[in-house]
């Protein structure tokens, strides 16, 4: 496979700041992203957990929707209850394809009548060709913001590092607060792809390294790559698009069902309306075949992505789709999808590790406790 090269790739504008903290900049998503720093993934994973780490999470898509029809085109959409999702809250939802499977999950703020969507970097052409696909009415618009930036600062001590910077007392998870400390349009909200508590802070392009800088000043703040973002997802039982969900992945498989508002379910207020309801739907009555479950493999060597998981027999039964060793437990730890019927018998699990056989035991996820402030 082919190495794109740097000088194609797009960048975020904190690029020379990552390069002067010693970053090892990689592809992604057609970005160049850090992927740590000079400290290590262990180490910027365990800061995020006891301090504050600073994400570069530019490369995400931003989109603004907004008019009279904002509410009811998400809606014919998207899997969420957005006309009860007040002014000033956010919440997670999934953009299913006509066959149930996910497109892409997105996180949806609502502020005032409109609303600010957040896609994943590697969805947001698919995402947008979607919209595109499906446009609104002359009652609805929306547009790409690609004059905005998005930084996430996470761990026990966001707040009061952000706090001299931005108003955000009193805020609570899945808030959203919009602030102009010296002039400059911060949307904020409460949440994160981490497991702790922490901020997302949308803003200016135009004001995005002055803002960054003015964050790592403090000591208590230090840059985590793409490497760590990754172990404290995998830590509190997160998604990854790409290997845990993708576009023939149902949400009633992938564990994430309470994505599907009530409303939206049979039933429900506004039940359906959107594309591969009848599948997304119909699987709350007949559970699918597979789904996702959390795993602790035995020893201490992490079981990758692509794994088999065999039966007592040896045969397969399932297959790993994240796996990497925790830092916060200092043990492997791996999320995958398993036949339903041999996690409702209670089989025992094992995988080949190389010509070793080695037992796997189901758990309940997340692995770390949460601790969003609630």
């Not at 262990?42 to 509410?71: K, N, P, W, Y």
């Not at 995005?208 to 973002?229: C, I, K, M, P, Y």
């Not at 789709?321 to 699990?349: F, Q």
Request: some cysteine; aromatic content about 6%; charged content about 15%.
């Amino acid at each position: 496979m082919a190495i794109p090269d740097q000088a194609a790739l797009q960048r975020t504008p904190f690029h020379d700041l990552h390069l002067a903290a010693g970053a090892k900049m990689v592809p992604f998503a057609g970005w160049s992203m850090p992927i740590q720093y000079a400290a290590g993934i262990i180490q910027e994973h365990l800061h995020t957990r006891s301090q504050a780490g600073l994400f570069d999470v530019s490369h995400m898509g931003q989109i603004d929707v907004t008019g009279s029809g904002a509410c009811a085109w998400l809606e014919s959409l998207t899997t969420a209850d957005l006309a009860a999702l007040p002014p000033g809250r956010q919440t997670y939802s999934l953009l299913p394809n006509t066959a149930g499977g996910l497109i892409d999950d997105l996180m949806i703020q609502r502020l005032g009548d409109g609303f600010h969507v957040v896609c994943n970097a590697s969805r947001c052409a698919d995402v947008l060709a979607w919209l595109t696909a499906h446009p609104p009415g002359a009652d609805c618009s929306y547009v790409l913001r690609e004059d905005l930036v998005l930084l996430a600062l996470q761990g026990p001590l966001a707040e009061s590092v952000l706090q001299p910077h931005a108003d955000v007392a009193g805020m609570r998870f899945l808030d959203v607060r919009t602030v102009s400390p010296d002039g400059v349009a911060l949307r904020i909200s409460r949440s994160g792809y981490t497991g702790e508590d922490g901020f997302e802070i949308s803003l200016p392009v135009t004001s995005a390294a002055s803002f960054a800088q003015r964050l790592l000043d403090h000591e208590n703040v230090r840059w985590t790559g793409l490497g760590a973002r990754d172990t404290l997802r995998l830590e509190a039982g997160m998604c990854l698009y790409g290997n845990d969900i993708d576009d023939t992945t149902t949400p009633v498989s992938a564990a994430i069902g309470w994505a599907v508002g009530a409303a939206r379910r049979a039933g429900g207020a506004r039940a359906g309306g959107f594309p591969g309801a009848a599948v997304v739907l119909g699987e709350f009555q007949e559970p699918p075949a597979r789904v996702r479950v959390g795993l602790l493999p035995d020893g201490r060597a992490p079981q990758r992505a692509g794994t088999p998981l065999l039966g007592a027999d040896g045969r397969e039964v399932g297959v790993i789709t994240s796996g990497n060793h925790s830092p916060t437990l200092g043990r492997p730890v791996a999320m995958g999808y398993l036949d339903r019927a041999v996690k409702l018998s209670g089989e025992a699990l094992h995988i080949d590790s190389r010509g070793q056989s080695v037992s796997v035991s189901l758990t309940s996820m997340p692995f770390v406790p949460t601790r969003y402030l609630r």
